[in-house]
């Protein structure tokens, strides 16, 4: 299900020389590598087993960028699915966070925060599933 995944580091050539030696016994090695001048931003290089790189890692620093994964769907149906799965799930998880919060006797300001912080991460992975929709499996 999982296509591929890739996230920053802060040492680019540390890095790919740990995930080249760490992943052998896992039958990874470096498959694919792109340069700066590629990219636009910064090297990248893709570990992988059978020619597919699936484990990257890009030199753009820290891990203080996002984390990048990619989900295989086999057609464009299926990609209607996920995005109907995520908007039920932000409609079900809002109706759920205001009856929590509604039937909170305790800590209002707290059960209020961490709904209201829920409702927040589950409209952001609704609008990343909107945007995976227009994007992906054409």
């Known amino acids: ?35 700066a001048e590629q990219t636009g931003h910064a090297a990248a290089a893709g570990f992988g087993a059978d020619g597919k790189p699936d484990f990257w890692i890009g030199g753009e620093g820290a891990m203080n960028k996002p984390v990048h994964v990619a989900i295989h769907a086999k057609d464009r149906a299926t990609v209607g699915a996920f995005y109907k799965a995520a908007i039920d799930y932000e409609d079900a998880d809002a109706n759920r966070a205001a009856r929590d919060s509604a039937d909170n006797t305790g800590d209002s300001d707290r059960a209020a925060s961490w709904n ?21 499996a054409g």
């Open 1 to 35: 299900m999982i296509d591929h995944m890739g996230f920053s580091v802060s040492d680019y050539e540390r890095a790919k020389a740990f995930y080249a030696k760490a992943l052998a016994p896992l039958g990874y090695s470096l498959i694919m590598e792109v340069t």
């Open 116 to 136: 209201s912080a829920g409702q927040s991460a589950t409209r952001h992975h609704a609008a990343d599933a909107r945007a995976w929709r227009n994007t992906a």
